[in-house]
């Protein structure tokens, strides 16, 4: 489960499909990319641990399951550190990017969060300069539209056989940022994002946050993640688009100091699997079917 470091090009995902569409469900994960070519570790000033701290570490491995229920998983084989899949391919930084104009920009790319991303956690620095606007083009081009086009695919494909389309957008959060939070019972474990209401029917995300609570994690709504392209782009529930973003806590899977899975690795990710079967049963339930 170590990353990967190739001197060569790889596909920009990995799509695994269901031997049957059992449900109007697309699982993705964006951000758990962890191909790191030579010559962008090269041009870095962060050691191969640090660069690694904007990743979703391992989200897709926790994932693995789901194809046999029935639901294409779309993986993403980049890290987000070299290109970000959850923003727009206009949210270009001047502040890393040559021959961009500045402009008034919105609060992602202003702290260094654009499609090309200039900081990792903590705000960190990735280069040691800017990077061409050509080089970024091409990282747009050759990653970030196929990616979507993957996506869009999946999604027509779901709403064409189900009527509707339900993108349950996997990440995870780093255990600080959600350090304070939640009162005397301790921080979310699990934040679910669908842009204040607007990117899926509230029903079916009060659905979801009772799965979640019902197999024992603590849930919060929206804050403080309440979702960022995918959701705002992909939801669209008055045409039948649903997009709801889920944020797991790092600390419950994986060591984050050493980017490494911890012993509860696989417990979690069997709740996981048990919390998208039932996110399947739901979505089945809600189109009249009966669940397998």
Partial sequence: MEYVMTSFARPPYRLYRPTVLAAP??????????????????????????????????????????????????????PRAFLDLNRAPTELD??????????????????????????VAQGRAIYRGKISRAEAQ??????????????????????????????VD?????????????????PPEIVLGDRFGSSADADLVDGIET??????????????????YMTQHYGKPARGRHAIQIEIDRALYMDERTVRPNDRFDSIRNLLTEALARIRD??????GLAAE
């Avoid at 799965?211 to 960022?228: C, H, K, Q, S």
Wanted: hydrophobic share 40%; with cysteine; proline share 7%.
């Fill in 25 to 78: 469900v697309v699982v993705a994960s964006p951000h758990s990319g962890r191909t790191y070519n030579w010559e962008f570790l090269s041009r870095s000033v962060l050691d191969k641990d640090r660069i690694r701290s904007s990743e979703d570490a391992y989200v897709d491995l926790l994932l693995t399951r789901v194809p046999d229920l029935g639901m294409p998983v779309l993986a993403a084989e980049m």
């Fill in 94 to 119: 001047p502040a890393v990017v040559q021959d961009v104009p500045r402009g008034v920009a919105n609060p992602r790319v202003s702290s260094g969060l654009g499609v090309i991303p200039r900081v």
């Fill in 138 to 167: 091409r990282r747009i081009d050759t990653i970030w539209h196929p990616y979507h086009a993957a996506l869009d695919d999946l999604l027509n494909t779901a709403t064409l056989t189900f009527g509707r389309s339900i993108l």
């Fill in 170 to 186: 996997c990440h995870s959060m780093p255990h600080e940022a959600i350090e304070g939070l939640g009162g005397p019972n301790g």
């Fill in 211 to 228: 799965i979640f609570r019902d197999l024992g994690f603590r849930v919060a709504r929206n804050t403080p993640f309440a979702g960022a």
């Fill in 282 to 287: 739901m979505s089945r339930g809600q189109l």
